[in-house]
């Protein structure tokens, strides 16, 4: 009998010292990724489109029309620097509300993880690669304009200096010189987005902010009138995308 | 011994109740067969898990197809608007009903309809299955102008009909919902896959210089950059099935996607249309404005319209469009008829 009462308190303490700090440990979950949409600090869902409210750094005022992109490469990286990368990927549609709640395909050992990150559209190995339900999205590059897929797809009006709408299209890319048979890529144009220490419980719900006035403010002031359509072909703005993205996206909340 | 007697009157008392269905039979299962440049680029087609595709179904959905029976004066059949050697929509602007009213929009084409992922049909986008868009034209005054009351009546009372449907769905109770569902499996399985395009990107074809300059146009986001609503040689299908409001009017007599939806930021919007098949689907556009291909390229060429609605993708309205030369006018239109195919509108499959 007191061997008995003994292994229970044995084993009671080896349960209430089961924390959550150490990710190697074999419990594993599937964390829930909320993408989420502001323009400042105000939120923008799919029933804000099509009217024009927003004012851009350069003063434009703008609206919105159809909006989303791909994010992959989800990676978590422990305090002793082990990187676990998922290899996946996930369109954000905001303009049909799909992808907007991500739960990865592959489980998480659950535990304090110093930094969580992904990718701001594929990188270039992975931007080779053959997606059908991207394909089936329509969601390709020309191969003359270097192939692969659109980081993003960020369509709108604006009202130009006359007072009169105009279309834009802030189409992300891989940036691409010598549109043709044999383009060439002046530098990389995706980018890593780093969300900082999170710890991963078995319901964990991670928000990832987006602030769309980024686009257009830091460190690059966005001209509507002078940048606004065939901006694909145009690696000098790519890599003005490429720069003002980088301060884009944000953890928001995380609920355990 | 009276358990025994009460247990075969249970099993006679369920055999009866079934009488009208075939004990034992099973209609036969139809997979899809999906074409190479398909599987290897696009995701699955939608089957609905309610209506499984079967042989018998589908023989059943193309003898409706052709059938005058849905029509209220046996005149009419979904045929007569949507014929197979126009890629299964007519060859005139509106089309005219069973009273000879012509109504306001083209005849769609059908096919490819199970790669339709969103399951908007209609220019407007009111039909949200296949099977529900088959609904509509039967009843429809300026169409089939039938009653679905009466059609199944006549179904019903038909000599071959009751047996057709019992084969297809194992029950002889005719019903609007097995009629439509047999439409649809027929309709999911006209497919449109070997145009000289198609073989192109399977390499079994090559293009002309012309053609490929076309194709380039096509892409190239400072001339045609019709890929954005129309896809790309990596998504065979040849559209987004998506709405937009391409620059056709300022004002609008018919709302389309707005009329449905209710939003007046829809005003205008319209499905873009497939580019496979061009060939045999003139004239074009949702009411059919627009007799040639060279008429629809002008149009975005020079010719867009502004309006609230009109879509950020079109360029350069203020100068009317994009402002091709006649040469890439030219060109462009080659490589849209390499989106053509012939074996479709001749395949003996979809003829009656």
Not at chain 2, 6 to 22: A, G, P, R, V
Not at chain 2, 91 to 112: E, I, K, Q, W
Not at chain 2, 249 to 262: R, Y
């Amino acid at each position: 009998m007191k061997q008995t009462f003994i292994l229970f308190l044995i084993s009671l303490c080896v349960l209430s010292c089961s924390d959550n700090s150490d990710p190697s440990q074999n419990i594993s979950a599937t964390p829930t990724f909320k993408f989420s949409h502001y323009w400042n600090n105000e939120a923008v869902t799919s029933s804000d489109f099509s009217t024009i409210q927003y004012t851009n750094q350069n003063g434009d005022l703008l609206s919105i029309e159809r909006l989303r992109y791909v994010i992959s490469d989800i990676t978590f990286t422990t305090a002793t620097g082990e990187n676990l990368r998922l290899g996946d990927y996930n369109l954000v549609d905001v303009t049909n509300n799909n992808g907007l709640n991500y739960i990865p395909t592959t489980q998480i050992p659950i535990g304090t993880y110093a930094n969580v990150s992904f990718t701001f559209g594929f990188d270039n190995e992975d931007n080779a690669k053959n997606y059908l339900d991207l394909n089936s999205e329509s969601f390709n590059v020309p191969d003359m304009l270097g192939g692969g897929y659109h980081y993003m797809q960020f369509d709108g009006k604006y009202l130009d200096t006359n007072a009169t709408e105009q279309g834009f299209n802030y189409h992300a890319i891989r940036a691409v010189d010598n549109p043709g048979a044999n383009p060439t890529f002046p530098q990389d144009t995706f980018f890593t987005v780093n969300l900082g220490q999170i710890t991963i419980t078995n319901t964990v719900e991670i928000e990832i902010r987006a602030n769309l006035a980024e686009w257009f403010r830091n460190p690059n002031v966005w001209d509507l009138n002078e940048l606004n359509q065939t901006l694909m072909p145009n690696s000098a703005a790519q890599i003005m995308m490429f720069e003002n993205g980088q301060t884009v996206f944000s953890l928001g909340e995380v609920i355990p | 011994m009276k358990l025994k007697l009460h247990h075969t009157i249970i099993i006679m008392l369920f055999f009866l109740n079934c009488s009208n269905e075939d004990m034992g039979y099973e209609p036969t299962p139809l997979v899809l067969n999906i074409p190479q440049v398909f599987a290897e680029n696009i995701i699955a087609p939608v089957i609905p898990a309610n209506n499984p595709m079967t042989v018998e179904g589908v023989a059943l959905g193309k003898r409706l197809f052709f059938d005058t029976i849905l029509s209220s004066d046996n005149s009419k059949a979904c045929v007569s608007c949507h014929s197979p050697q126009n890629a299964f929509t007519d060859s005139s602007p509106t089309s005219a009903g069973v009273d000879g009213v012509f109504g306001s929009r083209n005849s769609m084409p059908l096919f490819n309809l199970a790669w339709n992922y969103n399951e908007r049909f209609a220019w407007d986008g009111k039909e949200l299955s296949l099977e529900r868009q088959a609904e509509e034209p039967v009843q429809n005054p300026i169409e089939l102008h039938s009653n679905w009351d009466d059609a199944i009546v006549r179904l019903q009372s038909h000599p071959e009909y009751p047996e057709l449907f019992r084969l297809a769905f194992n029950t002889n109770a005719i019903t609007k919902e097995l009629t439509t569902k047999a439409i649809a499996q027929f309709e999911r399985t006209l497919i449109s896959a070997n145009s000289k395009f198609d073989r192109y990107t399977l390499g079994q074809s090559s293009l002309t210089a012309q053609e490929l300059n076309g194709l380039d146009l096509f892409l190239r986001e400072d001339k045609g950059d019709c890929f954005h609503c129309h896809g790309n040689p990596n998504n065979p299908l040849w559209t987004t099935n998506d709405f937009h409001n391409n620059g056709l009017d300022t004002t609008f007599s018919d709302l389309g996607l707005g009329a449905i939806t209710g939003d007046p930021n829809d005003n205008g919007k319209f499905k873009t249309p497939s580019l496979r098949n061009l060939s045999f689907t003139a004239p074009y556009m949702h009411d059919g404005r627009f007799n040639t291909l060279d008429e629809v390229i002008n149009h975005y060429s020079e010719g867009l319209q502004n309006s609230p609605t009109i879509d950020p993708l079109m360029k350069k309205i203020n100068e009317g469009g994009v402002q091709l030369s006649n040469q890439e006018k030219q060109d462009l239109k080659a490589f849209l008829l390499t989106l053509s195919d012939p074996s479709f509108i001749s395949n003996l499959e979809f003829q009656n």
